[in-house]
């Protein structure tokens, strides 16, 4: 390391790697500029940045995942649940109901109709009544 370079915590760099940040948040991390941080981290792994980053990302990945796993298998219900909907793809019966926004108005208007109907057979029993029976008031 020369005089003048920031002292950059490798194990730090992994895990910030595993954990998903990107270049730049970890180039803050240290206060160092990213460029800087990609060529150190070059010298130090001997292989390109994106390699580097693969290789930590994957890790963190696979941990991630096999934390998961885990937590369902020890009885999780929501991780089995939730493990259940992404890798099996597995979804819960959903309920579709087909309501109009004016539903509501609807059923209004076709209560009105329905008693519109009704008064009208009442009227016509009540019409055929007076023919049958004319002399009855």
Avoid: C
């Avoid at 915590?9 to 990609?38: C, H, P, V």
């Avoid at 010298?43 to 934390?67: C, V, W």
């Avoid at 057979?121 to 009544?129: D, F, G, I, V």
């Amino acid at each position: 390391m020369a005089h003048n370079e920031k002292f950059i915590d490798w194990k730090e760099f992994e895990y910030s790697l595993e954990s998903g940040m990107n270049q730049i948040q970890i180039a803050a991390l240290f206060a160092i500029d990213r460029d800087t941080l990609r060529d150190r981290a070059v010298e130090k792994y001997g292989m390109p940045y994106s390699a580097i980053s693969a290789q930590f990302e994957t890790k963190g990945l696979r941990n991630l995942h096999k934390s998961q796993y885990m937590r369902a298998l020890d009885g999780s219900d929501k991780m089995l649940i939730w493990l259940g909907k992404i890798r099996l793809g597995q979804v819960e019966n959903a309920t579709i109901t087909h309501v109009a926004p004016n539903q509501n108005d609807i059923d209004q208007t076709h209560q009105m109709i329905a008693l519109q109907h009704e008064i009208n057979l009442l009227k016509e029993q009540n019409e055929q009544l007076k023919r049958e029976n004319p002399y009855e008031k």
